[in-house]
């Protein structure tokens, strides 16, 4: 079903399902002979979401091998590439909160966390104060189950259960949120979700809320003219057929907006921040991954690194 502008979900459907899928590939990644990440919730998390295909794709009960390519040969996109991919980016945000907490910031913000467990798998200073934005029930779901595991946070933990269509920055503050204070910020895999025109608010939003010293590390994915999406709809749809092959049926093509956006370096840069963006294969050479063909969408990714 195609995305409307109150759509709801959970982490089995719709949007929901892709926080599943990132899981998963973390899962996958912290398994590699020299893993670049170590996620040790990203299987139990899968596991405990119950989407048989994403439990055996954590387990390693499917293998790139089972996924890379299809039945007429054809990697549309790669489990490889994308579990490298996810490790690059989940690297890259890992380091941004590290090194915004070497630098003196002691506040951070995690926009539309997911099932991401950095609060739980980072080490923190004694000091610091992490919040984390999302659906109430991917919220309440994650909690449940890391408590149900043993796990406790290793910071002070704050989570705050709204939609970020709605007034987050006032469930925020009433979270203890202090915008007198330097902030991290990190909105991660959040910006291909949004409709184009819709990709500012949040980024004005986290600018007004943003003292001086406040850092900024954001996922940019880049407009798309009418021919590239038409391009980007057949790769998905590729992905889409050899993902029902095991059972899964999701059409990645309805979860993302297409069209014309801003350029999130440029628009940060005219909006108060000293920004720069690292293209996806650059992130994938700086930890010794393999770049991806330019043919698959990721390649147009960029990760941005901003400062005020």
Known sequence: MARTDNDTWDLAS?????????????AVASRADEPVIN????????????????????????TAEDLDVDSDGQNPVG????ADMMAARTKFFDEFFADAAAAGVRQAVILASG?????????????????????????AFKRQTLAGLGAEPRTDLRTVAIDLREDWARALAEAGFDANRP?????EGLMGYLP????????DQIGELSAPGSRLAVEAVPSQQEADQQEARERMQASTDQWREHGFDLEFSELV???????VVEYLSGHGWTAHGTPANDLLRRYGLTPIDAEQGFADVSYVSASK
């Open 14 to 26: 719709s949007v929901g399902a892709t926080a599943t899928m990132v899981a998963a590939a973390r």
């Open 39 to 62: 996620d040790p919730f990203a299987e139990p998390l899968v596991r405990a979401v119950g989407v048989d295909f994403f439990t055996k794709l954590a387990t390693g009960e499917l």
């Open 115 to 139: 099932l991401d467990a950095r609060g739980y798998r980072l080490t923190w200073p004694a000091d610091m104060v992490l919040y984390e934005i999302d659906q109430p029930d991917v919220i």
């Open 257 to 263: 907006f297409f069209g014309e956006r801003a350029d």
């Open 196 to 203: 184009p025109e819709a990709q500012d608010r949040p980024l």
């Open 183 to 187: 902030t991290a910020w990190i909105a």
């Open 79 to 82: 489990v490889t590439n994308f």
